[in-house]
């Protein structure tokens, strides 16, 4: 199993978990305050005066700075079912580059990694 099919199923398994969804504990997920949390972040990405490819690559931008490499996964692969093309991830991820300087560069490194995954994966 790749990254990306390791990451698809433990987000999966896990997020269920944390939702209490399936979970084999009666539903006992996390609290109020963590489901609304979870769908805030959803409707955040939901199309509005921006559309949602724009939305993922900024998310993708802000994970990039942020060092999230579980966000950075998350958001290379919402972009590529958005129809994000390689020339638009890549200039995500120089704004990211520029924006968040060399501490970036680690991080980069596995996006390109997982958006290889990924589009092997979705062909």
């Known amino acids: 199993m790749n990254r ?7 987000r999966e398994r896990m997020n269920a978990r944390i939702l209490g ?6 539903g006992r997920g996390g609290s109020i305050v963590t489901k609304r949390f979870f769908r805030l972040d959803g409707q955040a990405y939901e199309p509005g005066a921006l559309p ?9 931008v802000a994970s ?5 490499d579980d966000c950075v996964g998350y958001h290379v692969d ?22 968040g300087g060399s501490i970036v560069i680690p991080h980069l490194r596995r996006a390109v990694e997982f958006l290889d995954q990924c589009r092997e994966a979705r062909a």
Not at 4 to 10: G, K, L, M, S
């Open 52 to 60: 949602v490819k724009t939305k993922e690559l900024l998310g993708l």
């Open 78 to 99: 919402r972009c590529v079912a958005e129809g994000a093309t390689d020339e638009e991830l890549w200039e995500a991820f120089d704004v990211a580059l520029i924006v």
């Open 64 to 68: 990039m700075v942020l060092r999230c």
């Open 21 to 26: 969804e399936g979970d084999g504990q009666g």
């Open 4 to 10: 990306y099919e390791q990451f698809q199923a433990y």
